[in-house]
């Protein structure tokens, strides 16, 4: 079992940055894959971005290419999502996610564990 609690969200202006963090417990952290997804209202949840276990690897939706970045810190068992360039319809529940399977998916199925979300607004 893995349990993660987000944080960092928030109400934010188009243009400025938010930081979302993870905390996970439970098992070793370096032996899960790690992803952030996202949830607008009305729509269905989407990926956003992923980082390997050791973080050689991250992957990101083309929507937020070049704006988010994803990292991880293995000893500290923390994954992070750093989110600049905020635009509106990047408004929605971001939620952490857990695979124990190491391939990179970007479906949500694809993931074991899941945290309770963290709103992020971005005001136009």
């Known amino acids: 079992q893995v349990q993660l609690v987000e944080s960092g969200g928030g109400l934010v202006q188009a243009g400025g940055s938010l930081r979302l963090s993870c905390a996970a417990s439970?098992?070793?952290?370096?032996?899960?894959?790690m992803a952030w997804f996202r949830q607008a209202p009305g729509k269905e949840r989407e990926f956003v971005a992923y980082?390997?276990?050791?973080?050689?690897?991250?992957y990101y939706a083309d929507s937020v290419k070049g704006r988010f970045t994803i990292s991880r810190d293995n000893a500290k068992n923390t994954v992070a999502l750093q989110m600049n360039s905020l635009k509106p319809e990047d408004t929605a529940v971001y939620y952490c996610?857990?695979?124990?399977?190491?391939?990179?998916?970007?479906?949500?199925?694809?993931?074991?564990?899941w945290g309770q979300g963290t709103q992020v607004t971005v005001s136009s």
């Open positions: 439970g098992r070793t952290f370096s032996s899960i894959g």
């Open positions: 996610a857990a695979r124990e399977v190491e391939s990179y998916t970007i479906a949500s199925s694809g993931y074991d564990y």
């Open positions: 980082i390997s276990r050791r973080g050689v690897g991250t």
